[in-house]
């Protein structure tokens, strides 16, 4: 089975700025999740999503948002971006199966905003 | 809400030494508990995870982690460590209210020398 796949790899911005990061899930995971890390902040948590509903949202503001596609397919927003919204954004996926299941991360976007 | 601590930011071991990386967590209910760890330029690689059941868990790479209820830690071990497990290890303990939101550790670098 292929990995989590997101695109693109890397971005370069200015402030001010919007971007639309992509992430493919693992085929047949439902689950979609989204990370921020960053040396400061470490790994923080930003939304999940499960067939196309937003499940559960991290603290951030509302210039972050993001949704879900019928085929699980994810997109994040990040509108008016902010010299701190550098950071690399990971994507994570699980499936849905009984028990707790591990996510599997997507190799991250890079995002450098100048 | 849960936590997880990592308290080194580094450690060193050299090549065939055994190595712990240490996780403590704080939790109300049941723990969840997962190892996760990065290499440069990438995502997260699964490690391992404790749900319930033995103490000792193993995963991948021949990494085991030891769960200690009363000490509420789960260090990640290795009995003889390599050069290439040289990387970035995460503890991360998965949300009490449901889904999939994971709480990361600050990370723990683990340099294994020759």
């Known amino acids: 089975k292929a990995g989590v796949t997101q695109t693109p790899r890397y971005l370069i911005k200015t402030r001010g700025q919007q971007v639309t990061l992509s992430c493919s899930p693992i085929?047949?995971?439902?689950?979609v999740s989204w990370y921020q890390q960053t040396p400061g902040q470490g790994l923080q948590f930003l939304f999940e999503y499960f067939s196309e509903t937003q499940r559960n949202k991290g603290n951030f503001p509302g210039r972050f948002s993001g949704r879900q596609f019928s085929n699980s397919r994810s997109e994040m927003n990040v509108s008016t971006l902010e010299l701190g919204d550098s950071a690399l954004y990971l994507c994570?996926?699980?499936?849905?199966?009984?028990?707790?299941?591990?996510?599997?991360f997507g190799p991250g976007t890079r995002l450098t905003v100048l | 809400a849960q936590s997880v601590a990592q308290p080194e930011d580094q450690v060193n071991v050299a090549e065939g030494n055994p190595l712990t990386v240490k996780c403590t967590y704080s939790v109300s209910g049941n723990p969840y508990l997962f190892w996760y760890v990065q290499y440069p330029n990438r995502g997260l690689q699964f490690l391992l995870k404790?749900?319930?059941?033995?103490?000792l868990v193993k995963g991948s790479y021949g990494f085991e982690a030891e769960f200690n209820k009363s000490q509420t830690s789960f260090h990640l071990k290795k009995p003889s460590a390599l050069v290439s497990d040289s990387a970035l290890y995460f503890c991360a303990v998965r949300d009490e209210g449901g889904g999939n939101k994971l709480t990361f550790g600050t990370g723990t670098q683990l340099k294994v020398e020759l």
């Open positions: 085929s047949g995971h439902r689950s």
């Open positions: 404790y749900i319930t059941g033995d103490n």
């Open positions: 994570a996926s699980r499936g849905t199966g009984t028990g707790i299941n591990e996510q599997f």
